[in-house]
Protein backbone atom coordinates (compact mmCIF):
# COMPACT_ATOMS: atom_id res chain seq x y z
CA UNK A 1 0.00 0.00 0.00
CA UNK A 2 1.12 3.28 -1.06
CA UNK A 3 0.58 6.29 0.95
CA UNK A 4 0.25 9.26 -1.76
CA UNK A 5 -1.17 13.11 -0.50
CA UNK A 6 -2.54 14.86 -3.69
CA UNK A 7 -2.20 18.72 -3.27
CA UNK A 8 -4.59 21.03 -5.41
CA UNK A 9 -7.77 19.01 -6.25
CA UNK A 10 -8.55 20.78 -9.33
CA UNK A 11 -8.69 18.86 -13.46
CA UNK A 12 -5.48 17.38 -12.94
CA UNK A 13 -5.44 16.88 -9.13
CA UNK A 14 -9.13 15.41 -9.16
CA UNK A 15 -8.65 12.77 -12.14
CA UNK A 16 -5.27 11.77 -10.59
CA UNK A 17 -7.12 10.57 -7.51
CA UNK A 18 -10.40 9.17 -9.68
CA UNK A 19 -8.06 6.88 -11.69
CA UNK A 20 -5.57 5.69 -8.81
CA UNK A 21 -9.15 4.85 -7.40
CA UNK A 22 -10.43 3.39 -10.74
CA UNK A 23 -7.01 1.44 -11.80
CA UNK A 24 -4.96 1.50 -9.33
CA UNK A 25 -5.87 -1.99 -7.72
CA UNK A 26 -6.25 -0.87 -4.60
CA UNK A 27 -3.34 -0.35 -3.85
CA UNK A 28 -3.24 3.38 -2.92
CA UNK A 29 -3.97 5.22 -0.05
CA UNK A 30 -5.07 9.15 -0.89
CA UNK A 31 -5.65 11.90 1.42
CA UNK A 32 -6.44 15.19 -0.44
CA UNK A 33 -5.57 18.15 0.61
CA UNK A 34 -7.31 21.91 -1.19
CA UNK A 35 -6.74 25.43 -0.03
CA UNK A 36 -10.75 25.34 -0.18
CA UNK A 37 -12.13 23.33 2.50
CA UNK A 38 -15.33 22.62 -0.16
CA UNK A 39 -13.27 21.33 -2.88
CA UNK A 40 -11.53 19.05 -0.15
CA UNK A 41 -15.21 17.62 0.82
CA UNK A 42 -16.55 17.62 -2.85
CA UNK A 43 -13.53 15.37 -4.19
CA UNK A 44 -13.97 13.02 -0.55
CA UNK A 45 -17.82 12.95 -2.29
CA UNK A 46 -17.21 11.74 -5.70
CA UNK A 47 -14.15 9.34 -4.62
CA UNK A 48 -11.31 10.85 -5.28
CA UNK A 49 -10.10 10.71 -2.34
CA UNK A 50 -9.86 8.47 0.71
CA UNK A 51 -8.99 11.15 3.56
CA UNK A 52 -9.88 15.06 3.28
CA UNK A 53 -7.23 16.76 4.94
CA UNK A 54 -7.83 19.84 6.03
CA UNK A 55 -4.31 21.08 7.24
CA UNK A 56 -1.57 21.60 4.68
CA UNK A 57 1.55 20.35 6.82
CA UNK A 58 -1.19 17.70 8.31
CA UNK A 59 -1.69 16.23 4.51
CA UNK A 60 2.35 16.46 3.87
CA UNK A 61 3.35 14.64 7.03
CA UNK A 62 3.61 10.56 7.38
CA UNK A 63 3.55 10.12 3.79
CA UNK A 64 5.20 8.30 1.06
CA UNK A 65 4.60 10.57 -1.88
CA UNK A 66 3.16 14.07 -2.14
CA UNK A 67 1.60 15.07 -5.47
CA UNK A 68 1.79 18.56 -5.82
CA UNK A 69 -1.62 19.63 -8.18
CA UNK A 70 -1.45 22.72 -7.98
CA UNK A 71 -0.91 26.25 -10.85
CA UNK A 72 3.12 26.67 -10.96
CA UNK A 73 2.46 29.84 -9.66
CA UNK A 74 2.32 29.05 -6.02
CA UNK A 75 3.95 25.65 -6.43
CA UNK A 76 7.13 27.39 -4.98
CA UNK A 77 5.42 28.57 -1.93
CA UNK A 78 4.03 24.89 -1.44
CA UNK A 79 7.15 23.31 -1.47
CA UNK A 80 8.71 26.03 1.54
CA UNK A 81 5.58 24.95 3.22
CA UNK A 82 4.96 21.79 3.20
CA UNK A 83 9.03 21.15 3.05
CA UNK A 84 9.24 20.53 6.96
CA UNK A 85 6.25 18.52 7.55
CA UNK A 86 7.96 15.55 5.09
CA UNK A 87 9.14 12.18 6.12
CA UNK A 88 12.33 11.01 5.34
CA UNK A 89 12.03 8.71 2.64
CA UNK A 90 8.93 10.91 1.02
CA UNK A 91 9.18 11.23 -2.68
CA UNK A 92 7.90 15.45 -4.11
CA UNK A 93 6.52 15.35 -7.71
CA UNK A 94 4.17 17.75 -9.15
CA UNK A 95 2.11 17.87 -12.44
CA UNK A 96 3.18 21.53 -13.96
CA UNK A 97 3.61 22.31 -17.48
CA UNK A 98 6.92 23.83 -17.31
CA UNK A 99 10.12 21.73 -15.38
CA UNK A 100 13.23 23.99 -15.26
CA UNK A 101 12.02 26.02 -12.49
CA UNK A 102 9.77 23.91 -10.48
CA UNK A 103 13.83 21.82 -10.29
CA UNK A 104 15.26 24.79 -9.07
CA UNK A 105 13.12 25.10 -6.31
CA UNK A 106 12.62 21.66 -5.54
CA UNK A 107 16.37 21.50 -5.11
CA UNK A 108 17.01 24.69 -3.30
CA UNK A 109 13.68 23.91 -0.73
CA UNK A 110 12.99 20.45 -0.14
CA UNK A 111 15.16 18.93 2.84
CA UNK A 112 17.67 16.20 2.66
CA UNK A 113 15.87 12.44 2.66
CA UNK A 114 13.37 13.60 0.44
CA UNK A 115 13.82 13.13 -3.45
CA UNK A 116 11.72 15.38 -6.01
CA UNK A 117 11.32 13.54 -9.43
CA UNK A 118 8.83 16.30 -11.69
CA UNK A 119 5.99 14.88 -13.95
CA UNK A 120 4.00 16.59 -16.02
CA UNK A 121 0.96 14.34 -17.38
CA UNK A 122 -0.04 15.53 -21.04
CA UNK A 123 -3.40 15.40 -20.89
CA UNK A 124 -5.55 18.39 -20.26
CA UNK A 125 -8.82 20.21 -21.29
CA UNK A 126 -9.55 23.91 -22.16
CA UNK A 127 -11.87 23.86 -19.00
CA UNK A 128 -10.54 23.10 -15.65
CA UNK A 129 -11.77 22.18 -11.87
CA UNK A 130 -12.79 19.53 -9.99
CA UNK A 131 -16.32 19.55 -11.46
CA UNK A 132 -14.17 18.28 -14.74
CA UNK A 133 -12.29 15.85 -13.10
CA UNK A 134 -12.04 11.98 -15.05
CA UNK A 135 -10.48 9.12 -13.82
CA UNK A 136 -9.52 8.32 -17.55
CA UNK A 137 -8.11 11.84 -18.49
CA UNK A 138 -4.84 9.89 -18.44
CA UNK A 139 -5.44 7.05 -20.73
CA UNK A 140 -3.16 6.24 -23.10
CA UNK A 141 -1.34 10.02 -22.77
CA UNK A 142 2.36 10.57 -22.41
CA UNK A 143 3.11 11.64 -18.48
CA UNK A 144 7.10 12.83 -18.72
CA UNK A 145 9.03 12.40 -15.24
CA UNK A 146 11.66 14.89 -15.26
CA UNK A 147 14.26 13.46 -12.51
CA UNK A 148 17.28 16.07 -11.29
CA UNK A 149 20.65 14.93 -12.25
CA UNK A 150 21.29 11.84 -9.14
CA UNK A 151 17.74 10.82 -8.93
CA UNK A 152 17.49 7.48 -7.17
CA UNK A 153 16.00 4.53 -8.63
CA UNK A 154 13.77 4.26 -5.79
CA UNK A 155 11.85 8.05 -6.41
CA UNK A 156 12.02 7.57 -10.65
CA UNK A 157 10.38 3.79 -9.73
CA UNK A 158 7.85 5.78 -7.84
CA UNK A 159 6.45 8.50 -10.08
CA UNK A 160 6.68 5.74 -12.69
CA UNK A 161 4.16 3.32 -10.45
CA UNK A 162 1.86 6.44 -10.42
CA UNK A 163 1.70 7.30 -14.24
CA UNK A 164 1.10 3.83 -15.13
CA UNK A 165 -1.33 3.31 -12.49
CA UNK A 166 -3.51 6.09 -13.69
CA UNK A 167 -2.70 4.42 -17.06
CA UNK A 168 -0.65 6.66 -18.90
CA UNK A 169 2.50 5.86 -20.63
CA UNK A 170 5.98 7.05 -18.63
CA UNK A 171 8.56 8.64 -21.06
CA UNK A 172 11.62 10.05 -19.00
CA UNK A 173 13.08 13.16 -20.31
CA UNK A 174 15.30 15.84 -18.67
CA UNK A 175 13.93 19.42 -17.58
CA UNK A 176 15.54 20.92 -20.66
CA UNK A 177 14.44 18.58 -23.33
CA UNK A 178 11.28 18.71 -21.50
CA UNK A 179 10.43 22.56 -21.71
CA UNK A 180 12.14 22.34 -25.41
CA UNK A 181 9.53 20.33 -26.32
CA UNK A 182 6.16 20.86 -24.28
CA UNK A 183 7.11 25.03 -25.97
CA UNK A 184 6.66 23.44 -29.28
CA UNK A 185 3.88 21.26 -28.97
CA UNK A 186 1.89 22.68 -26.67
CA UNK A 187 3.18 26.57 -25.34
CA UNK A 188 3.93 27.84 -29.21
CA UNK A 189 0.43 26.67 -30.40
CA UNK A 190 -1.42 28.71 -27.27
CA UNK A 191 0.25 31.69 -28.20
CA UNK A 192 -0.68 31.44 -32.08
CA UNK A 193 -4.18 30.43 -31.33
CA UNK A 194 -4.45 33.66 -28.78
CA UNK A 195 -3.11 35.89 -31.37
CA UNK A 196 -5.10 34.58 -33.72
CA UNK A 197 -8.37 35.39 -31.55
CA UNK A 198 -6.89 38.40 -31.19
CA UNK A 199 -5.63 39.42 -34.69
CA UNK A 200 -9.34 38.53 -36.35
CA UNK A 201 -11.38 39.81 -33.36
CA UNK A 202 -10.10 43.24 -33.82
CA UNK A 203 -11.39 43.31 -37.24
CA UNK A 204 -14.28 46.03 -37.97
CA UNK A 205 -15.95 43.20 -39.93
CA UNK A 206 -15.62 40.59 -36.76
CA UNK A 207 -19.32 41.19 -36.52
CA UNK A 208 -20.14 39.25 -40.14
CA UNK A 209 -16.76 37.06 -39.85
CA UNK A 210 -18.13 35.59 -36.81
CA UNK A 211 -20.82 34.14 -38.81
CA UNK A 212 -18.30 32.86 -41.58
CA UNK A 213 -16.39 30.80 -38.87
CA UNK A 214 -16.76 27.79 -38.40
CA UNK A 215 -15.07 24.07 -37.52
CA UNK A 216 -11.86 25.29 -38.73
CA UNK A 217 -11.67 28.82 -36.24
CA UNK A 218 -12.79 26.65 -34.10
CA UNK A 219 -9.98 24.12 -33.50
CA UNK A 220 -7.59 26.49 -34.48
CA UNK A 221 -8.36 28.71 -31.68
CA UNK A 222 -9.45 26.25 -29.05
CA UNK A 223 -6.49 26.72 -26.68
CA UNK A 224 -7.47 30.39 -26.26
CA UNK A 225 -10.03 29.44 -24.79
CA UNK A 226 -7.89 27.78 -21.86
CA UNK A 227 -7.32 29.34 -18.11
CA UNK A 228 -5.28 33.00 -18.70
CA UNK A 229 -3.50 32.33 -15.38
CA UNK A 230 -2.09 29.18 -16.06
CA UNK A 231 -1.29 30.54 -19.74
CA UNK A 232 1.17 33.60 -18.18
CA UNK A 233 3.14 31.00 -15.92
CA UNK A 234 3.53 29.05 -18.62
CA UNK A 235 5.10 32.03 -20.97
CA UNK A 236 7.18 33.37 -17.33
CA UNK A 237 8.32 29.96 -16.23
CA UNK A 238 9.35 28.69 -19.70
CA UNK A 239 10.23 32.05 -21.37
CA UNK A 240 12.88 31.38 -23.50
CA UNK A 241 12.18 28.25 -25.02
CA UNK A 242 8.54 30.05 -25.93
CA UNK A 243 10.73 32.59 -27.20
CA UNK A 244 12.76 30.68 -29.44
CA UNK A 245 10.20 28.86 -30.75
CA UNK A 246 8.33 31.78 -31.41
CA UNK A 247 11.25 33.62 -33.28
CA UNK A 248 11.40 29.66 -35.42
CA UNK A 249 7.73 29.91 -36.04
CA UNK A 250 7.64 33.58 -37.26
CA UNK A 251 10.97 32.34 -39.84
CA UNK A 252 8.67 29.54 -41.39
CA UNK A 253 5.87 31.97 -41.82
CA UNK A 254 7.98 34.69 -43.62
CA UNK A 255 9.17 32.20 -45.51
CA UNK A 256 5.36 30.50 -46.57
CA UNK A 257 5.07 34.38 -46.85
CA UNK A 258 7.31 34.72 -49.65
CA UNK A 259 6.00 31.85 -51.61
CA UNK A 260 2.42 33.15 -51.97
CA UNK A 261 3.58 36.72 -52.68
CA UNK A 262 5.66 35.39 -55.05
CA UNK A 263 2.27 33.12 -56.06
CA UNK A 264 4.83 30.60 -56.07
CA UNK A 265 2.37 27.72 -57.09
CA UNK A 266 4.77 24.82 -56.65
CA UNK A 267 6.19 25.98 -53.55
CA UNK A 268 2.98 26.63 -51.87
CA UNK A 269 2.35 23.29 -52.46
CA UNK A 270 4.71 21.83 -51.60
CA UNK A 271 5.01 23.25 -48.08
CA UNK A 272 1.26 22.36 -48.00
CA UNK A 273 1.72 18.84 -48.98
CA UNK A 274 4.67 18.23 -46.67
CA UNK A 275 2.87 19.71 -43.92
CA UNK A 276 0.10 17.60 -44.33
CA UNK A 277 2.13 14.57 -44.58
CA UNK A 278 3.64 14.56 -41.58
CA UNK A 279 0.54 15.96 -39.76
CA UNK A 280 -0.77 12.64 -41.02
CA UNK A 281 1.98 10.46 -39.90
CA UNK A 282 1.55 11.59 -36.46
CA UNK A 283 -2.01 11.28 -36.29
CA UNK A 284 -1.55 7.84 -37.42
CA UNK A 285 0.91 6.91 -34.76
CA UNK A 286 -1.44 8.68 -32.16
CA UNK A 287 -4.40 6.46 -32.67
CA UNK A 288 -2.26 3.07 -33.01
CA UNK A 289 -0.82 3.97 -29.75
CA UNK A 290 -4.50 4.86 -28.63
CA UNK A 291 -3.03 8.18 -27.13
CA UNK B 1 -39.90 22.28 -59.55
CA UNK B 2 -36.45 23.75 -60.19
CA UNK B 3 -33.61 21.96 -62.52
CA UNK B 4 -30.46 22.38 -61.08
CA UNK B 5 -27.35 20.55 -62.68
CA UNK B 6 -24.21 20.35 -60.21
CA UNK B 7 -21.06 20.02 -62.15
CA UNK B 8 -18.38 18.46 -59.69
CA UNK B 9 -19.30 15.49 -56.97
CA UNK B 10 -17.18 15.50 -54.58
CA UNK B 11 -17.98 16.78 -50.74
CA UNK B 12 -19.55 19.54 -51.46
CA UNK B 13 -21.27 18.85 -54.93
CA UNK B 14 -22.19 15.53 -53.05
CA UNK B 15 -23.80 16.82 -50.48
CA UNK B 16 -25.49 19.38 -52.01
CA UNK B 17 -27.29 16.90 -53.50
CA UNK B 18 -28.12 14.82 -50.75
CA UNK B 19 -28.97 17.19 -48.60
CA UNK B 20 -31.29 19.20 -51.64
CA UNK B 21 -32.99 15.04 -51.97
CA UNK B 22 -33.54 14.88 -48.39
CA UNK B 23 -34.33 18.13 -46.94
CA UNK B 24 -35.86 20.19 -50.75
CA UNK B 25 -39.33 18.96 -50.42
CA UNK B 26 -39.11 17.33 -54.11
CA UNK B 27 -38.89 20.68 -55.51
CA UNK B 28 -35.52 19.96 -57.03
CA UNK B 29 -34.52 18.21 -60.25
CA UNK B 30 -30.89 17.14 -59.84
CA UNK B 31 -28.74 16.77 -62.84
CA UNK B 32 -25.18 15.42 -61.85
CA UNK B 33 -21.89 15.92 -63.99
CA UNK B 34 -18.36 14.23 -62.73
CA UNK B 35 -15.17 14.39 -65.07
CA UNK B 36 -15.02 10.85 -63.95
CA UNK B 37 -17.50 8.76 -65.07
CA UNK B 38 -17.56 6.48 -61.52
CA UNK B 39 -18.26 9.22 -59.39
CA UNK B 40 -21.20 9.98 -61.02
CA UNK B 41 -22.40 6.40 -60.99
CA UNK B 42 -21.76 6.28 -57.48
CA UNK B 43 -23.64 9.63 -57.04
CA UNK B 44 -26.41 8.07 -58.38
CA UNK B 45 -26.43 5.20 -56.57
CA UNK B 46 -26.31 7.04 -53.46
CA UNK B 47 -29.08 8.89 -54.15
CA UNK B 48 -27.26 12.85 -54.77
CA UNK B 49 -28.65 13.24 -58.16
CA UNK B 50 -31.18 12.01 -60.38
CA UNK B 51 -29.42 12.01 -63.05
CA UNK B 52 -26.39 11.45 -64.00
CA UNK B 53 -25.12 13.35 -67.53
CA UNK B 54 -21.80 11.98 -68.89
CA UNK B 55 -21.39 14.93 -71.10
CA UNK B 56 -20.57 18.65 -69.84
CA UNK B 57 -22.37 20.29 -72.66
CA UNK B 58 -25.65 18.35 -72.09
CA UNK B 59 -25.61 18.47 -68.24
CA UNK B 60 -25.26 22.31 -68.85
CA UNK B 61 -27.91 23.03 -71.00
CA UNK B 62 -31.47 22.92 -70.54
CA UNK B 63 -31.48 23.54 -66.51
CA UNK B 64 -32.37 26.51 -64.48
CA UNK B 65 -29.33 26.54 -62.55
CA UNK B 66 -25.61 25.17 -62.83
CA UNK B 67 -24.00 24.62 -59.16
CA UNK B 68 -19.95 24.33 -60.02
CA UNK B 69 -18.55 22.22 -57.12
CA UNK B 70 -15.54 21.97 -58.32
CA UNK B 71 -11.63 22.52 -57.68
CA UNK B 72 -11.45 26.71 -58.06
CA UNK B 73 -8.37 25.76 -60.19
CA UNK B 74 -10.64 24.28 -62.82
CA UNK B 75 -13.51 26.73 -62.05
CA UNK B 76 -12.07 29.12 -64.79
CA UNK B 77 -11.76 26.13 -67.52
CA UNK B 78 -15.49 24.99 -66.56
CA UNK B 79 -17.49 28.44 -66.97
CA UNK B 80 -15.84 28.40 -70.62
CA UNK B 81 -16.88 24.91 -71.15
CA UNK B 82 -20.42 25.42 -70.00
CA UNK B 83 -21.29 28.98 -71.06
CA UNK B 84 -21.92 28.00 -74.71
CA UNK B 85 -24.70 25.31 -74.18
CA UNK B 86 -26.45 27.48 -71.15
CA UNK B 87 -29.75 28.19 -71.61
CA UNK B 88 -31.05 32.15 -71.52
CA UNK B 89 -31.93 32.80 -68.18
CA UNK B 90 -29.93 30.11 -66.19
CA UNK B 91 -28.54 31.00 -63.24
CA UNK B 92 -24.87 29.58 -62.56
CA UNK B 93 -23.47 29.72 -59.45
CA UNK B 94 -20.15 27.95 -57.48
CA UNK B 95 -19.04 26.56 -54.30
CA UNK B 96 -15.31 28.20 -53.94
CA UNK B 97 -13.45 29.27 -51.43
CA UNK B 98 -12.46 32.33 -52.90
CA UNK B 99 -14.87 34.85 -54.92
CA UNK B 100 -12.56 37.99 -56.58
CA UNK B 101 -11.27 36.19 -59.24
CA UNK B 102 -14.48 33.69 -59.92
CA UNK B 103 -16.52 36.86 -60.34
CA UNK B 104 -14.33 38.27 -62.72
CA UNK B 105 -14.19 34.74 -64.59
CA UNK B 106 -17.61 34.56 -64.96
CA UNK B 107 -18.49 38.31 -65.82
CA UNK B 108 -16.12 38.00 -68.82
CA UNK B 109 -16.87 34.04 -70.12
CA UNK B 110 -20.37 33.25 -69.38
CA UNK B 111 -23.17 34.98 -71.94
CA UNK B 112 -25.13 37.73 -71.92
CA UNK B 113 -28.88 36.70 -70.66
CA UNK B 114 -27.25 34.12 -68.21
CA UNK B 115 -26.52 35.75 -64.69
CA UNK B 116 -24.20 34.56 -62.05
CA UNK B 117 -23.79 34.91 -58.71
CA UNK B 118 -21.26 33.16 -56.35
CA UNK B 119 -21.61 30.94 -53.14
CA UNK B 120 -19.58 29.59 -50.45
CA UNK B 121 -21.07 26.85 -47.97
CA UNK B 122 -18.54 27.77 -44.67
CA UNK B 123 -18.39 23.82 -44.07
CA UNK B 124 -15.75 21.12 -45.00
CA UNK B 125 -13.94 18.72 -43.81
CA UNK B 126 -10.30 17.99 -44.21
CA UNK B 127 -10.82 14.64 -45.80
CA UNK B 128 -12.84 15.07 -49.41
CA UNK B 129 -14.68 12.86 -52.17
CA UNK B 130 -17.92 12.17 -52.32
CA UNK B 131 -17.43 9.27 -50.24
CA UNK B 132 -17.31 11.79 -46.93
CA UNK B 133 -20.38 13.39 -48.47
CA UNK B 134 -23.71 14.31 -46.26
CA UNK B 135 -26.81 15.68 -46.61
CA UNK B 136 -26.54 17.70 -42.85
CA UNK B 137 -22.93 18.87 -43.99
CA UNK B 138 -24.57 22.39 -44.31
CA UNK B 139 -27.11 22.26 -41.58
CA UNK B 140 -26.94 25.37 -39.80
CA UNK B 141 -23.71 26.55 -41.38
CA UNK B 142 -24.04 30.25 -42.91
CA UNK B 143 -23.71 30.07 -46.78
CA UNK B 144 -21.89 33.26 -48.52
CA UNK B 145 -23.84 34.88 -51.62
CA UNK B 146 -22.09 36.72 -53.54
CA UNK B 147 -23.53 38.56 -56.26
CA UNK B 148 -21.71 40.86 -58.70
CA UNK B 149 -22.80 44.45 -58.71
CA UNK B 150 -26.47 44.81 -60.95
CA UNK B 151 -27.75 40.97 -60.08
CA UNK B 152 -31.06 40.60 -59.93
CA UNK B 153 -33.16 39.51 -57.64
CA UNK B 154 -34.51 36.48 -59.80
CA UNK B 155 -30.56 35.09 -59.66
CA UNK B 156 -30.06 36.36 -55.86
CA UNK B 157 -33.52 34.22 -55.07
CA UNK B 158 -32.72 31.11 -56.58
CA UNK B 159 -29.39 31.26 -55.27
CA UNK B 160 -30.87 31.95 -52.10
CA UNK B 161 -33.33 29.05 -52.53
CA UNK B 162 -30.47 26.84 -53.02
CA UNK B 163 -29.02 27.93 -49.39
CA UNK B 164 -31.79 27.66 -47.83
CA UNK B 165 -33.13 24.15 -49.11
CA UNK B 166 -29.65 22.27 -47.54
CA UNK B 167 -30.42 24.23 -44.57
CA UNK B 168 -27.91 27.00 -44.53
CA UNK B 169 -28.31 30.26 -43.33
CA UNK B 170 -27.59 32.35 -46.34
CA UNK B 171 -25.52 35.76 -46.03
CA UNK B 172 -25.34 38.35 -48.75
CA UNK B 173 -21.97 39.75 -49.18
CA UNK B 174 -19.40 41.67 -51.55
CA UNK B 175 -16.78 39.41 -52.91
CA UNK B 176 -14.28 41.55 -51.66
CA UNK B 177 -15.42 41.54 -47.82
CA UNK B 178 -16.00 37.69 -48.71
CA UNK B 179 -12.77 37.40 -49.63
CA UNK B 180 -10.97 39.50 -46.95
CA UNK B 181 -13.32 37.43 -43.98
CA UNK B 182 -12.82 34.38 -45.25
CA UNK B 183 -8.88 34.64 -45.39
CA UNK B 184 -9.14 35.88 -41.56
CA UNK B 185 -10.82 32.89 -40.47
CA UNK B 186 -10.02 30.28 -42.58
CA UNK B 187 -6.74 30.72 -44.49
CA UNK B 188 -4.49 32.65 -41.86
CA UNK B 189 -5.74 29.93 -39.49
CA UNK B 190 -4.35 26.89 -42.43
CA UNK B 191 -1.37 28.93 -43.01
CA UNK B 192 -0.38 29.25 -39.43
CA UNK B 193 -1.56 25.70 -39.44
CA UNK B 194 0.85 24.71 -41.93
CA UNK B 195 3.51 26.53 -40.75
CA UNK B 196 3.29 25.22 -37.05
CA UNK B 197 3.88 22.06 -38.54
CA UNK B 198 6.52 22.38 -40.61
CA UNK B 199 8.17 24.05 -37.91
CA UNK B 200 7.93 21.38 -34.89
CA UNK B 201 8.40 18.39 -37.28
CA UNK B 202 11.85 20.12 -38.62
CA UNK B 203 12.57 19.97 -34.80
CA UNK B 204 15.46 17.02 -33.83
CA UNK B 205 13.74 16.15 -30.78
CA UNK B 206 10.11 15.50 -32.95
CA UNK B 207 10.26 11.78 -32.32
CA UNK B 208 10.13 12.61 -28.81
CA UNK B 209 7.93 15.40 -28.86
CA UNK B 210 5.31 13.65 -31.32
CA UNK B 211 4.39 11.15 -28.33
CA UNK B 212 4.09 14.26 -25.91
CA UNK B 213 1.70 16.23 -28.83
CA UNK B 214 -1.88 15.57 -27.50
CA UNK B 215 -5.39 17.16 -27.71
CA UNK B 216 -3.73 20.90 -28.56
CA UNK B 217 -1.86 20.30 -31.38
CA UNK B 218 -4.07 17.58 -32.86
CA UNK B 219 -6.39 20.38 -32.85
CA UNK B 220 -4.17 23.63 -33.57
CA UNK B 221 -2.84 21.68 -36.69
CA UNK B 222 -5.97 19.91 -38.24
CA UNK B 223 -6.35 22.27 -41.10
CA UNK B 224 -2.82 21.16 -42.26
CA UNK B 225 -4.24 17.89 -43.14
CA UNK B 226 -6.68 19.81 -45.49
CA UNK B 227 -6.37 19.09 -49.67
CA UNK B 228 -2.53 20.60 -50.78
CA UNK B 229 -4.11 21.79 -54.05
CA UNK B 230 -6.89 23.68 -52.51
CA UNK B 231 -4.93 24.88 -49.99
CA UNK B 232 -2.13 26.16 -52.86
CA UNK B 233 -5.45 27.58 -54.98
CA UNK B 234 -6.76 29.22 -51.79
CA UNK B 235 -3.42 31.34 -51.93
CA UNK B 236 -3.04 32.33 -55.00
CA UNK B 237 -6.64 33.41 -55.83
CA UNK B 238 -6.84 35.14 -52.56
CA UNK B 239 -2.88 36.60 -52.38
CA UNK B 240 -3.46 40.12 -51.32
CA UNK B 241 -5.99 39.35 -48.42
CA UNK B 242 -3.95 36.55 -47.03
CA UNK B 243 -0.62 38.19 -47.41
CA UNK B 244 -2.43 41.15 -45.61
CA UNK B 245 -3.54 39.13 -42.35
CA UNK B 246 -0.48 37.40 -42.47
CA UNK B 247 1.04 40.53 -42.37
CA UNK B 248 -0.93 41.53 -38.89
CA UNK B 249 -0.84 38.70 -37.29
CA UNK B 250 3.31 38.79 -37.45
CA UNK B 251 2.38 42.01 -35.74
CA UNK B 252 0.62 40.78 -33.07
CA UNK B 253 2.53 37.92 -32.73
CA UNK B 254 5.72 40.34 -32.45
CA UNK B 255 3.72 42.09 -29.86
CA UNK B 256 3.24 39.11 -27.47
CA UNK B 257 6.38 38.23 -28.14
CA UNK B 258 7.88 40.79 -26.83
CA UNK B 259 5.49 40.79 -23.55
CA UNK B 260 6.90 37.26 -22.82
CA UNK B 261 10.37 38.85 -23.70
CA UNK B 262 9.76 41.60 -20.89
CA UNK B 263 8.74 38.69 -18.54
CA UNK B 264 5.52 41.24 -18.65
CA UNK B 265 3.34 38.98 -16.86
CA UNK B 266 0.27 41.56 -16.56
CA UNK B 267 0.30 42.08 -20.21
CA UNK B 268 0.51 38.43 -20.98
CA UNK B 269 -2.48 37.61 -18.61
CA UNK B 270 -4.48 40.11 -20.02
CA UNK B 271 -3.52 39.24 -24.17
CA UNK B 272 -4.96 35.57 -22.96
CA UNK B 273 -7.69 37.11 -20.91
CA UNK B 274 -9.24 38.98 -23.81
CA UNK B 275 -8.78 35.97 -26.41
CA UNK B 276 -10.05 34.10 -23.79
CA UNK B 277 -13.34 35.89 -23.44
CA UNK B 278 -13.81 37.18 -27.08
CA UNK B 279 -13.48 33.34 -28.11
CA UNK B 280 -15.99 32.37 -25.60
CA UNK B 281 -18.43 35.14 -26.93
CA UNK B 282 -17.79 33.45 -30.38
CA UNK B 283 -18.06 29.83 -29.21
CA UNK B 284 -21.68 30.97 -27.24
CA UNK B 285 -22.83 33.05 -30.31
CA UNK B 286 -22.09 29.83 -32.34
CA UNK B 287 -23.67 27.28 -30.29
CA UNK B 288 -26.82 29.35 -29.52
CA UNK B 289 -27.33 29.76 -33.91
CA UNK B 290 -26.72 25.62 -33.93
CA UNK B 291 -23.99 26.32 -36.41
Redesign the interface.
Known amino acids: MTKVTIIGLGLIGGSLGLALKRFGGGDWRITGYSRRPETARKALEIGAVDVAEPGLGRAASETDMVVLAAPIGVTRDLLGEIAPHLAPGCVVTDTCSTKGRVLEWAGSLLPPGVEFVGGHP???KETWGLDVAEANLFEG??Y?IVPPPGATSFALGLVTKLAKAVRA?P?V?SAA?HD???A???H??????????????Q?P?WP???????????????????N??M??DI??TN?EA??S??????T???Q??K???L?D?KG??A??????K???A??R??SK?G?
Chains 1, 2 share one sequence.
Open positions: MAGATCRLVAHMVGISLPLVLSAALVAVTQDKDMSLLAAGGYRDTTRLASGPDGRCLRVLWIDRFAELSFRDIDAGIERLTSARAREWSQRSG
